[in-house]
Nanobody
């Protein structure tokens, strides 16, 4: 098991940027895939982006492609989500997640952080 703690959320105006961090503790395997998800009020949680811990390959949802960037610092056991050109529909609780191997979405992620609130004002 790995423990995940997100930070960096807050209130931002539309068009501006925000960077989220996720610090992982516990045993981190090279085969881990680290992901970001978000859940807006009244909606289901949705996938945002993910990165492979070893090779650094990345994958993005179409809705954030070109605006969001995921990265990781293996030495710090930290994954980042740089969010640019934020839109009001980006208002959500953002969750960091982790799993061992598989494809980007399967099997399901089984390690989750507590989430951090991002509010984008228009």
């Amino acid at each position: 098991q790995v423990q995940l703690v997100e930070s960096g959320g807050g209130l931002v105006q539309a068009g501006n940027s925000l960077r989220l961090s996720c610090v992982a503790s516990g045993r981190i395997f090279d085969s881990y895939i680290m992901g970001w998800f978000r859940q807006a009020p009244g909606k289901e949680r949705e996938f945002v982006t993910a990165i492979r811990w070893d090779a650094g390959n990345t994958y993005y949802a179409d809705s954030v492609k070109g605006r969001f960037t995921i990265s990781r610092d293996n030495a710090k056991n930290t994954v980042y989500l740089q969010m640019n050109s934020l839109k009001p529909e980006g208002t959500a609780v953002y969750y960091c997640a982790a799993k061992v191997g598989g494809t980007w979405l399967m099997p399901p992620y089984n390690n989750w952080g507590q989430g951090t609130q991002v509010t984008v004002s228009s």
